[in-house]
């Protein structure tokens, strides 16, 4: 059950990553608060493999094609669904942009049930139905309102990024030939080595002055940093344990962190509407724990 665990904590991490990438980005481009989140990510991931490496001696990782299409796959689609996020995040508050994203829940079990071999019980399916129902209130939707097109788009767009980086994390993590957790944390630190690389050349080439505004805000840059790497080695360990769609549902009582930040640190209402789909995640929460 240590799967359980590990998701609470990287969904505990990511709601106040979230919050504060939301408060970043009143300031800082979309690039630039992308960038944030891996900006001393790499030195923190690089701690945790070597303190685990004192704790329990293992082999070097033997690292294949399979293995780097993953890690690229993966890097590049969580820098796409960090920064669909961020754009949500300057069209709505920041409860909406959050709650949106998390429609990667069951597009992981769709996906995942289709081309990369995840096994859901009856009971795990009706879990993430659940979560999903819950995510569209607390989106902010209704049936009873046009919705803002381009809103969904970005939402749906962020949710599968982060559900396709989130497979893509858990083959890897298969395919680098180590038992965990090293297997976890070395392909962590892969991916954040790679991303901190691409979004730096990028912006040192197209937005020189975001490097500038990151500097100017460096306590809370270094804040969603640190938090997103805590948050990391929580997702990545959890989904080395146990298929993507379990770990996506439970996960989403990020909502509930995600709702107390926005009202006691944010200073943002929520909807009356978001009592039930807390309700609803707190069902399908306790669905895939003890399915």
């Not at 409860?95 to 992981?108: Q, R, T, Y």
């Not at 996906?111 to 569209?136: D, R």
């Not at 957790?181 to 197209?206: G, N, R, Y």
């Not at 990151?214 to 990545?236: M, N, P, R, Y």
Request: aromatic content about 12%; overall charge positive; proline content about 2%.
């Amino acid at each position: 059950m240590g799967w359980i665990l590990f998701t609470f904590l990287a969904a505990f991490m990511q709601a106040w990553r979230n919050a504060l990438q939301s408060k970043l980005s009143q300031s800082v481009s979309v690039s630039g608060v992308t960038l944030a989140r891996f900006i001393i990510a790499g030195p923190i991931a690089a701690l945790y493999l070597f303190l685990l490496y004192q704790w329990q001696q293992t082999e070097l990782p033997k690292l294949n094609a399979t293995f780097i299409l993953f890690i690229v796959g993966a890097s590049l689609a969580q820098i796409i669904a960090t920064a669909l996020m961020v754009k949500l995040f300057k069209l709505n508050n920041y409860a909406v942009g959050a709650g949106l994203a998390k429609s990667e829940a069951i597009v992981a079990a769709i996906l995942g049930s289709m081309f990369f071999g995840s096994q859901l019980s009856a009971l795990g399916w009706f879990g993430v139905a659940t979560g999903a129902v819950a995510v569209f209130l607390l989106s902010g939707l209704s049936f009873k309102q046009k919705p803002n097109l381009k809103t969904i788009m970005l939402g749906l767009g962020s949710g599968s990024a982060f559900a396709l980086t989130s497979l893509w994390i858990r083959e890897a993590s298969h395919n680098i030939g180590l038992p965990f957790p090293h297997s976890a944390a070395w392909v962590l630190l892969i991916v954040i080595s790679l991303q901190t690389i691409l979004l730096l050349l990028f912006i040192s080439i197209t937005q020189k002055d975001t490097l500038n505004k990151l500097w100017q805000h460096k306590k809370t840059t270094s804040a969603v940093s640190f938090c997103s790497c805590i948050g990391s080695i929580g997702w990545f360990s959890a989904m080395s344990l146990q298929y993507v769609p379990y770990v996506k549902t439970l996960g989403q009582v990020e909502v509930f962190f995600t709702i107390l930040i926005s009202i006691y640190w944010l200073k943002q209402k929520p909807k009356k509407q978001d009592m039930l789909g807390l309700l609803l995640i707190a069902v399908a929460a306790i669905l895939v724990m003890y399915d």
